[in-house]
């Protein structure tokens, strides 16, 4: 059993590697220069390397636009039927029946 555990893990390891090696990379990603930094809610620049968003930010002449929020709305009905009915599942599993 020992065996099959290890064999899991390594089989595991190596499908996430080859599937970050084997990703596409992305060819429409736009080129390395100051935009206006998506985490700031102030006038503030971020450096794009061109891969990734870097630690490196300067003043900004504008906020960027962060887009629409979806505060609340994961949080609608389904919690308060979905809870009750997990819990009854669960109060079930638990005594057997």
């Known amino acids: 059993m020992m065996l099959l555990n290890v064999l899991g893990a390594v089989l595991l390891v190596a499908g996430f590697y080859a599937a970050w090696r ?7 990603a736009p080129p390395a ?7 700031a809610r102030s006038p503030r620049r971020r450096l794009w390397d061109g891969q ?3 630690a490196r ?3 900004g002449d504008e906020a960027a636009d962060r887009g629409h929020h979806f505060r609340g ?20 599993s638990l005594s057997g029946t």
């Open 73 to 92: 709305r994961f949080w609608g009905r389904w919690p308060w039927s979905a809870g009750p009915s997990t819990g009854s599942w669960t109060a079930s």
């Open 33 to 39: 220069r100051w935009f206006p930094d998506p985490a």
């Open 22 to 28: 084997l990703a596409p990379r992305p060819t429409d």
């Open 57 to 59: 930010v300067t003043d």
């Open 52 to 54: 990734a968003w870097t």
